[in-house]
DNA sequence: TTGAAAGCGGTACCAG
DNA sequence: CTGGTACCGCTTTCAA
C-alpha cells in the first residue's frame, strides 16, 4: 500500500480511502486508480481485519457437501451474502458433533461476523464456544425449542407426519419406513419418529422397519434395504424413505425384481431431489426449499449484522420454512 | 493473549510458543493451557497470520458446488490438506470466467498459500493475477498444454474418444453424442470433441448430436434432449451422453417412451457417478476418481508447500489421472 | 479532502 | 526455557 501511495503521489489513507470507496477528489481516485492497475496491488484482508476488528467472513458448517440439500442451502447463502461483500468460510462436518467442535473452534479464530450451522444438535463445548464468541448464530433445516440464538427450518417430524397421513388417505395401511439409521442425523430420526407418531395415531402397525447405514443417505443404501423389507414383510403396500436418494435406490431394487411401482407397492421419498422429479415414476415427495433455507438463512443475517451498527432490527429468532407433500407417480 | 499471559503469570510469547506447541516447560505449559481454558481465549488467525506472513489457507475454486463431481474433489482436498493445518476456502464459479476471475482476486486478499482451479479457461487478467501472485496454482481436471504452474487431470477428449471406440466395438455404427452445449464447460466441449474426432476416425457419421442447455448438466436436460435426437433421427443405436446426469435423464426418457435400454437403444454416460452403478439399467460409463483428483491435488499442494521451505521436492508440472470405461447394462 | 500517528493481536528475532 | 522489542499492513482517530 505504501508502494501506491508513493506512486500516486499521496498517503496510505488516500489509498485506503479510495479502495473502500469514500471521499476523495477525481483527480486523486484516478491517480490511485492507475498506481493500484500498475502495481497490480492487492490489499491484504488479515491486516483489514485485525486493524478494522471486523473481518468479512461468515461461517457455514453443513453436515455433507455432497449432498444436493446443503450445497443448494450453500447456494443460497452465496446469492445473499456476496452481493453485501460477506465471504463463506465453509466446513463440512461430516454428521459428526466433534468434528462440528473442532471446526467451529477454527472458524472463530477467523473472527467470523455470523456463523450458521445445521441441526440443532451440538456439544456442549461447542455451545459455549458460540456463546463466548458473542458471534451471531444460525441454526439451519430444523428448528429447536430454544435455539441458540436464531434458526430457520421446519420440523421434520410434522413433514413426515403429513407424508404418513397422505399414504394413508391414499388407502395404504400397511406402511413402511426405509432409514432413520444413524443417531448423528437428527433429521432422519426426525422423520422416522414422524412416521412412528402418526402411524400410531392412526392405529396402523408401525413394525416394518429397515434402518439403512452411514449418513448421508445415498442411494445406494435404498436397494438393500428396499430388498430386505420385501423379504420380511411382503405385505407390504407402501415404503416411505428418509430421502429422495434412498426412494430412487428402492424404486431401481423393485424394477430389478419385476415389481411394478405403485402398482404392487407404493414408495415415497422425502425432500424434492431433482431425481425426484425426473426418475420413472416420478417419486412422490415431501418438497423442502433447500435453497430458500440458504437466502432466509442470509436474509436474518445480514439483519443481524444492521442491528449490530443500530440500523433496522433483527429477525424473529424462528423463521419456520414450508413443506408440501407432492404428489408424483410412485404412491 | 495478554490477558491469558498475565493469568498464567508469563508473558505473551511464552503464550504463543505454547499454543504453537514449541519448547516449554511441563509446569509453564500446564499453567497457560488452563488459562487458555478458563479465559475461553480463542487465538486470532488474523493477526498470526499478518505477523507471520503465512496464513493457513489454501483456496479452491470449483464451477459448481452442487454437482457430485466437484464436491467429491473438494472431498478429496480436504482429507489430505485438513491434517496439515490447512484450511480451504471453498469458491463456486457458476462456470463464469469473470466470476472465478473476481473470486481469485478475493481469495488473493487472504494470501493463501496455493490455489487450486478446475480447468484450463482462465481470462488474461486472472492469469496476470496469478502469476504476480507468487502462489502455487493447479488447475484440475484438465491437463493443458502449457498449464500456469501444475495441473492433475486428464484428457477429456482422449476419454471421450474410448467411450466411442467401445461403443463401436460393440457394433454399434450409427451413434448419437448428448451435451456439449455450453462454451463454458470446456470440459464438456473437449468430449464433445472427442466424439467427433473419434466418430471421424472410424469413418462413421457424425451429425446425430443434440446439444443442452446450461451447464452444469443436470438430469433434467436429458429428457427433452433425448426426446429431441429420437424424433430427429429415429434410426439412432447408441447415444452417448456427456455426463451421467444427462445419460440417466435420457433413459428415463426412453422407458417412459417404453423403449428398452439397450435393445431399442443404447446409452452411455460419463463420470461414474453413483446414480449410474444404482439406476436400472446400469448406466455404461467413464469412471473418474474425482476424489482421487482432490487427493493428488492436495499431495501436489503439500509438496509445494514443503519445497518453498527447502524440505523436499515439487512433484512434477503434470500429474495424470487414470480413466476407465465401465461397462454396465445400458450399453 | 488529505495526512500523521497510534495500534489492532499476534510472531520473529535476539538477549538473557 | 523465557522475555522484550519491533513490526506485519491496514484502519481509526484526530488534526490540518
Redesign the interface.
Known amino acids: 500500500m505504501s508502494d501506491v501511495a508513493r506512486l500516486a503521489g499521496v498517503s496510505k489513507m488516500t489509498v485506503s480511502r479510495v479502495m473502500a470507496g469514500r471521499s476523495a477528489s477525481e483527480a486523486t481516485r484516478g491517480r490511485v486508480q492507475r498506481a493500484i492497475e500498475e502495481l ?1 496491488y ?6 483489514g ?2 486493524s478494522s476488528g471486523r ?1 468479512s467472513f461468515v461461517a457455514v458448517l453443513v453436515p455433507s ?2 449432498s ?1 440439500n446443503f ?2 442451502t ?2 443460497g447463502l ?1 446469492a445473499v451474502l456476496e452481493p453485501q461483500g460477506l ?4 466446513g ?1 462436518t461430516d454428521y459428526l458433533p466433534e468434528r462440528e467442535e473442532r471446526l467451529v ?2 472458524m ?4 467470523p461476523r455470523c456463523i450458521a450451522l445445521t441441526g440443532s444438535q451440538h456439544t456442549d463445548a461447542t455451545r ?2 458460540l456463546q ?2 458473542g458471534v451471531p448464530v444460525v441454526e439451519m433445516w430444523d428448528l429447536p425449542t430454544e435455539p441458540i440464538d436464531m434458526a430457520v427450518g421446519f420440523s421434520n417430524v410434522s413433514a413426515s407426519r403429513e407424508m404418513v397421513r397422505y399414504l394413508a388417505h391414499k388407502g395404504y395401511q400397511r406402511i413402511g419406513f426405509l432409514g432413520g439409521a444413524s443417531e448423528l442425523d437428527r433429521r432422519g430420526l426426525d422423520r422416522f419418529k414422524g412416521y412412528q407418531a402418526e402411524m400410531k395415531a392412526l392405529g396402523l402397525e408401525r413394525h416394518r422397519v429397515v434402518r439403512l447405514g452411514e449418513s448421508p443417505v ?3 443404501h ?2 438393500p434395504a428396499m430388498a430386505e423389507l420385501l423379504e420380511r414383510w411382503p405385505d407390504t403396500q407402501a415404503v416411505m424413505c428418509v430421502s429422495d436418494m434412498s426412494a ?2 428402492a424404486i ?1 431394487e423393485c ?2 425384481r419385476g415389481l411394478n411401482v405403485p402398482r404392487d407397492i407404493a414408495i415415497a421419498g422425502f425432500g424434492n431431489f ?2 425426484a ?4 415414476p416420478a417419486i412422490t415427495t415431501v418438497s423442502v426449499d433447500a435453497y430458500g433455507i440458504g437466502q432466509r438463512t442470509g436474509e436474518a443475517i445480514v439483519a443481524a449484522l444492521l442491528a449490530e451498527d443500530g440500523e433496522g432490527t433483527r429477525h424473529p429468532a424462528k423463521t419456520r420454512i414450508q413443506y408440501t407433500v407432492v404428489p408424483r407417480e410412485s404412491a
Open positions: 497490480g492487492v490489499a491484504d484482508a488479515a491486516a481485519a485485525l473481518s457437501l455432497s444436493s450445497s443448494d450453500v447456494g452465496t465471504e463463506l468460510l465453509i463440512d473452534r477454527q472463530l479464530r477467523h473472527q459455549a464456544l463466548r464468541s445415498t442411494m445406494s435404498g436397494g430412487f435406490g431401481m424394477q430389478r431433482e431425481i422429479a425426473c426418475c420413472h
